[in-house]
């Protein structure tokens, strides 16, 4: 038995569930060695897909037995940041903090580190989770299942790290351990193909698109962003990159979904 959990590919995910969220993992069970979280990249998505399966299959629920969208959608979230402990939101909240603060990079990065929250960021936090619990509501009215746009959705974002880290260089103050190296083009070919096969049996193609083409903006800017600011990338990038992106892909669903164009 123990032979099966420790076949390659589970490694790979139970080595990405470890990472990415707080759900308890007996690492020793699996490896002796420790998370190779570069060669496990190809998971990321499907870390997504679990957490939108748990958080949003309980807000999914409540909506069956008549408890009000808005109040499902809130409690789907909440229990989405249990199980990540913030993870994501917590970059995001320290880029915001940084990059708004400004100044050398030496500076800029001691403000990131800072375990202190600042206007930046506790702004950016807000608003963010504000913009993620709209885009969520706006989704379930239109008809479709909370359960499956907080997985697709969260799934995004893991995605998204793999490309900001892929097509972009490191930060000289980033942290060692805190940033996955180059992904191999097979394992970035194998995540995307996670996320999008999953997505596009439940999406209209254009919209699927269109929440691409902003995932791509999203990383495209933060990079460009980031060096300038850092010199290149960072953890806290990186996990503000699957927050923004995120709610990038979710923004363009709503725009196609709505009839906007």
């Known amino acids: ?150 997985s697709i959705g969260f799934a995004s974002g893991k995605l998204a790290i793999i490309f900001m880290r892929n097509f972009n260089n490191n930060s000289s103050l980033a942290k060692i351990g805190s940033i996955i190296e180059i992904v191999s083009p097979k394992n970035m070919m194998l995540a995307s193909l996670l996320w999008f096969v999953p997505a596009l049996l439940y999406l209209p193609f254009f919209a699927l698109l269109l929440g691409i083409i902003f995932i791509i903006i999203v990383v495209f800017y933060i990079g460009k962003l980031s060096t300038q600011k850092l010199g290149g990338i960072t953890g806290d990038v990186l996990g503000a990159t699957a927050f923004i992106s995120e709610l990038a892909f979710l923004f363009g669903l709503v725009i196609y979904l709505s009839g906007l164009i």
């Open 1 to 150: 038995m123990k032979t099966f959990f420790q076949n390659k590919y589970l490694v790979d995910i139970f080595a990405s569930i470890m990472f990415f969220t707080r759900i308890p993992i007996n690492w020793p069970y699996f490896s002796d060695k420790a998370p190779d979280l570069t060669r496990a990249a190809w998971s990321f998505p499907l870390v997504g897909f679990l957490v939108g399966f748990l958080s949003g299959g309980f807000g999914e629920l409540l909506i069956l037995i008549n408890v009000p969208v808005f109040i499902s959608c809130v409690t789907a979230i909440t229990i989405s940041v249990l199980l990540t402990g913030a993870f994501h939101e917590d970059g995001l909240a320290d880029m915001a903090d940084g990059f708004g603060a400004g100044g050398k990079p030496d500076k800029i990065n001691k403000i990131m580190h800072d375990s202190r929250l600042g206007t930046y960021g506790t702004s950016a936090l807000t608003l963010g989770l504000l913009i993620r619990l709209g885009l969520v509501i706006s989704l379930v009215n239109l008809g479709y299942s909370l359960l499956i746009i907080l």
